[in-house]
T-cell receptor, first 113, second 112 residues
Framework: TQLLEQSPQFLSIQEGENLTVYCNSSSVFSSLQWYRQEPGEGPVLLVTVVTGGEVKKLKRLTFQFGDARKDSSLHITAAQPGDTGLYLCAGAKSGGGADGLTFGKGTHLIIQP | EAQVTQNPRYLITVTGKKLTVTCSQNMNHEYMSWYRQDPGLGLRQIYYSMNVEVTDKGDVPEGYKVSRKEKRNFPLILESPSPNQTSLYFC???????????FGPGTRLTVL
């Protein structure tokens, strides 16, 4: 079983601060996706990273895929209350089957005004 | 509007009473899957379907059934629900099994 470990599990910070969320595995993933889930809703895709070392930016969010494609990070600059939510990473399983994505357990992020 | 719909959104039932949670997508996606989300355990895949009449087990299939008779619909069936199936359920669809997953709004199920 390919596992994705996310850290921290919970993070509460003040508006304007920076933060980084990590997604780590001992397995190699062909691609990795980041989702954000708000209370009462389903997860929504933020970004997909495919190439080792790839960096993608989405406004104040910066996503990086590790060189070995075993880990990823999400960095938020100048966090805002609207960034509050559950952040999930999901890796494409590389076992050759069609069972799709393995999800991490998520990071609960609260940005306090 | 492109979307995945699930019904019902909330359901309270009793042990052993068969129930079906419906899922429908209007994006002509081949791939559909069901997940359950539990505190401390994250999202776990129950069943998935590559296309019509093609379904397979995910990580936690015990106690669930699915069918895929039409491309747009992928119902989740609990033949004899038990309290350990109390959870938040999500249906998702995508063009391929590694593609962007479009999630439904979720169904919160409580089995007493």
């Amino acid at each position: 079983t390919q596992l994705l470990e996310q850290s921290p599990q919970f993070l509460s910070i003040q508006e304007g601060e920076n933060l980084t969320v990590y997604c780590n595995s001992s397995s190699v993933f062909s691609s990795l996706q980041w989702y954000r889930q708000e209370p009462g809703e389903g997860p929504v895709l933020l970004v997909t990273v495919v190439t080792g070392g790839e960096v993608k930016k989405l406004k104040r969010l910066t996503f990086q895929f590790g060189d070995a494609r075993k880990d990823s990070s999400l960095h938020i600059t100048a966090a805002q209350p609207g960034d509050t939510g559950l952040y999930l990473c999901a890796g494409a399983k590389s076992g050759g089957g069609a069972d799709g994505l393995t999800f991490g357990k998520g990071t609960h992020l609260i940005i306090q005004p | 509007e492109a979307q995945v719909t699930q019904n019902p959104r909330y359901l309270i039932t009793v042990t052993g009473k068969k129930l079906t949670v419906t899922c429908s997508q209007n994006m002509n996606h081949e791939y559909m899957s069901w997940y359950r989300q539990d505190p401390g355990l994250g999202l776990r895949q129950i069943y998935y379907s590559m296309n019509v009449e093609v379904t397979d087990k995910g990580d936690v299939p015990e106690g669930y059934k699915v069918s895929r008779k039409e491309k747009r619909n992928f119902p989740l069936i609990l033949e004899s629900p038990s309290p350990n199936q109390t959870s938040l359920y999500f249906c998702a669809s995508s063009f391929g099994y590694l593609g962007k997953q479009f999630f439904g709004p979720g169904t919160r199920l409580t089995v007493l």
